[in-house]
């Protein structure tokens, strides 16, 4: 399977809350990331967590990590037509001797509507 | 918020020609990054740096090449462009000094051949 998987589309109602599921493989990963990408923009980092946490909040946004189950999921309260986007679930990947880089899910749409 | 720049944003191009897509960031990060982006949304990691004239191939193999000459910029090239390298071209970088490893990325280029 993919080393980083999520579902493909999410649709939800304006002031619902959304969540957006991810599972990885490599349970050595340290931290794993959010990031949102709106239409012909690049990708903005929303949040991150460390693997030895379980939750994260951050305004809107609640990230929980199941360590044991591998998986990580996004939560959106209130959500917003603003927040009709791509989101992308990352882990980090070591890349050659001292650097880093991420390993990228295939992203999941949200589409809010009004 | 994250200033990494990428210039052009849009680049329509025939076969055949030189192409440079430039990538600079003033945040003083070590480690730069190129990820090309297919229309289905995945990211691939085509090419990274650790500092400056240091570069190497990411796990997408890619007929462009890079140069980083000075910290804060890491051009990417395409000798002899081909409708085979029209995609979503994004550059990031990140700060190793910081331990949790995100990345900031600009907002691509798209790149046409035709």
């Known amino acids: 399977g993919e080393d980083v998987e999520q579902s493909l589309f999410l649709s939800v109602r304006e002031g619902d809350s959304s969540v957006i599921n991810c599972t990885y493989t490599d349970s050595s990963s340290t931290y794993l990331y959010w990031y949102k990408q709106e239409p012909g923009a690049g990708l903005q980092l929303l949040t991150y967590?460390?693997?030895?946490?379980d939750m994260k909040q951050d305004q809107r946004l609640t990230v929980l990590l199941n360590k044991k189950d591998k998986h990580l999921s996004l939560r959106i309260a209130d959500t917003q037509t603003g927040d009709s986007a791509i989101y992308f679930c990352?882990?980090?990947?070591?890349?050659?001797?001292?650097?880093?880089?991420?390993?990228f899910g295939k992203g999941t749409t949200l589409s809010v509507s009004s | 918020e994250a200033d990494i720049y990428q210039t052009p944003r849009y680049l329509v191009i025939g076969t055949g020609k030189k192409i440079t897509l430039e990538c600079s960031q003033t945040m003083g990060h070590d480690k730069m990054y190129w990820y090309q982006q297919d229309p289905g949304m995945e990211l691939h990691l085509i090419h990274y740096?650790?500092?400056?004239?240091?570069?190497e191939k990411g796990d997408l193999s890619s007929e462009s090449t890079v140069s980083r000459i000075r910290t804060e910029h890491f051009p990417l090239t395409l000798e002899s462009a081909r409708p085979s390298h029209t995609s979503q071209y994004l550059c990031?970088?990140?700060?190793?000094?910081?331990?949790?490893?995100?990345?900031?990325f600009g907002p691509g280029t798209r790149l046409t051949v035709t």
């Open positions: 990031a970088s990140s700060d190793s000094l910081r331990g949790s490893y995100e990345q900031y």
């Open positions: 990352a882990r980090v990947l070591p890349v050659g001797q001292a650097g880093t880089a991420l390993i």
């Open positions: 740096s650790y500092g400056v004239n240091s570069t």
């Open positions: 967590i460390f693997s030895n946490m």
